[in-house]
């Protein structure tokens, strides 16, 4: 760049990212072109929260970019009351305030490495965990350092660094540019980005190019590369100490310098491959060779033809011979330039399809190159990986030493106390709802628990657990589910069964109403006489026998109180029946069919079956005999104790 010409700087950053450094250079007095050499997509939110549980909060969450910002923050919802938030660089650490963090610790420095030195993480960090929220190919050096401390670490890639499709046109002003020496400077912000702009615009044209850089390394990698253009390395990467380190006027570039950009008429590459290397003039050159070839061909038989000088005669007889000679090798060489016409352009031909094959070679080779840089790249990735495996495994390792209870006692501590717990509910349901069923199901439970043991020492208590589902096995009892069944039918039925004293008024009605029906015509004077004296006399007489108890007439209030207490009575038998009490039982059965016999209607069918029922229902017995089944449970816990070194009770 001669002295007055425009100063100009070629932005790489992704799109969308750029505006502060524009108006940092635009203030700066630097015009701007922009060639975006990094593309950032987001990782799936599913695969972020995967790779990071909050079930044991983290002591730091350390973001490495504003990217890792924008893309992991939101996912991630880190509880900032528990977790310290950590930022690499001024901007990341804006963009965590925008989202509303209000406490951010700062990196000391602009790199990685300098985040080691906080007060924090000195020393041992044996029980902190750290997790490092970046993009999917980042540095490893803050991790392997943090893990070397004894630093749980965890790594949550948000985003990943892909290499963009700029277009055609913009690649071919900037390469022209470049070549031209138009740029100060270009200015890169990671190593991925530099690794991108070689692979975009040609490693020869990115060598000879000034480069302005935070990333340190971006430095290591010119020089291990032997770039002839200068690198100039920033202390940060705030946009000010960018423009500050750009040179006002671009350097000269070395005239001996091996890696120099091709020539400025050389065609731009097609994006994103490397620039093909510039092969005009070969086919000229091989042109060029066949001629002269051909010229001296023909020089050699002109002199392989022409006759020795003849002996000195006079002009009339040298003048006829010499003109002879002449003509003839006129025609011979115009047949040999012909011939050599040709052939040349049979070669030109020939190295324009050999041009043709070469342009397509170099296509398919910018083809394969990128290829190669997309496999390089995965690979990167896989041995990234592969190298952050044993750290990972490791970190694992001690997170499972450290939970508590996972030792080797919990599963046998586990199936004893179930163990225990099925034969309680054996014995309850033995003894309490004399259920031998259920207490034997109880009880095999309780066995399938202790032969998961494969403990010797339980081999007595499964002894004696086998001798108890042998007993209640052998236990016969009367089907007192029937029993009570009958019972409860009983009493649904005692609303229906018909009282006395309603029968015997019903019957007094009934020749009353069948007077009324006949009519005085059908009855006969002396049937009416009898009638009429009868009831005379019993206006003033009332015959009564003095052996029999005198009952008064039920009101309807006695009579509904009198079939709710029988149905209490039956439901007091079956309560007896199932709490095993014989002789509430046969008291409350007693009770029910005097009730039956002194009150309702004993002709009638539905009572005299209620009193079958009731004489069939107390000949059932309630003193079956239950085997004792806590001797097992007492086995069991005097020789979880003896194990364990307490005292055990022998109550079940």
């Not at 992704?14 to 950032?40: M, N, R, S, Y």
């Not at 394969?368 to 997309?374: N, P, S």
């Not at 015959?543 to 207490?565: G, H």
Request: net charge negative; aromatic share 4%.
């Amino acid at each position: 760049m001669s002295a007055g010409d425009e100063r100009r700087v070629l932005n790489t950053r992704p799109v969308g990212q750029t505006e502060t450094l524009d108006a940092a250079l635009a203030d700066a007095g630097f015009a701007v072109d922009h060639l975006p050499a990094l593309a950032i997509e987001p990782i799936d939110a599913a695969a972020i929260t995967s790779a990071y549980t909050a079930e044991l909060p983290a002591d730091f969450a350390v973001f490495v970019s504003r990217n890792a910002v924008d893309h992991g923050f939101g996912a991630l919802a880190f509880d900032t009351t528990k977790t310290r938030i950590v930022a690499i660089g001024a901007a990341t650490a804006d963009a965590l305030t925008a989202a509303g963090v209000g406490d951010v610790i700062v990196n000391p420095g602009v790199r990685s490495e300098d985040l080691l030195t906080l007060d924090a993480w000195q020393g041992d960090l044996s029980g902190q965990r750290i997790v490092i929220v970046r993009g999917d190919d980042g540095r490893e050096v803050l991790r392997d350092t943090l893990l070397e401390r004894g630093a749980s670490v965890d790594v949550v890639d948000v985003y990943k660094r892909v290499l963009p499709e700029p277009d055609p046109s913009e690649v071919e002003r900037v390469c022209t540019a470049l070549d031209d020496d138009h740029y100060n400077a270009v200015a890169v912000m990671s190593l991925a980005t530099m690794t991108n702009l070689e692979t975009i615009l040609g490693t020869g044209r990115m060598a000879r190019a000034t480069v302005v850089t935070p990333s340190r390394g971006v430095v290591e990698q010119r020089e291990q590369a032997g770039a002839s253009g200068a690198t100039i390395l920033t202390d940060s990467a705030d946009p000010a100490a960018i423009v500050a380190a750009i040179p006002t006027e671009a350097p000269t570039p070395a005239s001996d310098s091996t890696t120099a950009a091709p020539p400025a008429d050389t065609p731009p590459p097609t994006p994103p491959a490397p620039p093909p290397v510039e092969r005009k003039g070969g086919g000229l050159a091989l042109i060029l060779s066949i001629a002269a070839l051909a010229m001296s061909a023909v020089a050699l038989y002109q002199t392989t033809r022409s006759p020795a000088a003849p002996e000195p005669v006079a002009a009339a007889e040298t003048t006829t011979p010499a003109a002879t000679t002449t003509t003839v090798d006129a025609a011979e060489a115009s047949a040999a330039l012909d011939a050599l016409r040709r052939t040349v352009t049979a070669a030109g031909d020939t190295s324009s399809a050999n041009q043709t094959a070469i342009a397509e070679l170099e296509t398919a080779q910018a083809a394969l190159q990128r290829r190669l840089a997309e496999f390089d790249r995965q690979i990167g990735q896989r041995q990234d990986l592969l190298e952050s495996l044993p750290g990972r495994v490791e970190n694992v390792e001690q997170s499972v030493a450290g939970i508590q209870g996972i030792a080797a006692g919990t599963r046998t501590e586990w199936l004893l106390a179930e163990a225990e717990y099925y034969l309680q509910l054996a014995n309850a349901q033995l003894q309490l709802a004399r259920n031998p069923t259920l207490a034997a199901y109880g009880l095999e439970l309780a066995d399938q628990r202790v032969r998961e043991l494969s403990d010797p020492a339980y081999t007595p208590v499964r002894r004696a657990l086998a001798d108890e589902m042998r007993a209640l096995a052998s236990v016969e009892q009367d089907d007192l589910e029937g029993v009570a069944l009958e019972l409860a039918s009983l009493a649904d039925s005692v609303a229906t069964l018909p009282l006395r004293d309603e029968v015997a008024a019903q019957r007094a009605q009934l020749p009353d109403e069948v007077a009324e029906t006949t009519g005085d015509d059908e009855e006969g004077s002396l049937g009416r006489l009898w009638r009429a004296a009868g009831e005379q006399l019993g206006k003033g007489f009332r015959v009564r026998k003095l052996d029999e108890s005198l009952k008064p007439l039920m009101s309807p209030e006695a009579s509904y109180f009198l079939r709710t207490n029988l149905a209490l009575k039956f439901d007091t038998a079956r309560l007896a029946l199932l709490r095993n009490e014989q002789e509430a039982f046969e008291r409350s059965l007693t009770d029910a069919n005097a009730w039956l016999q002194d009150y309702f209607d004993t002709d009638s069918a539905a009572v005299a079956n209620a009193l079958t029922t009731l004489a069939d229902l107390s000949d059932a017995t309630l003193s079956t005999t239950y085997p004792d089944i806590s001797g097992s449970l007492t086995l069991l816990r005097r020789t979880r104790s003896l194990a364990s070194g307490v005292a055990a009770t022998d109550e079940p």
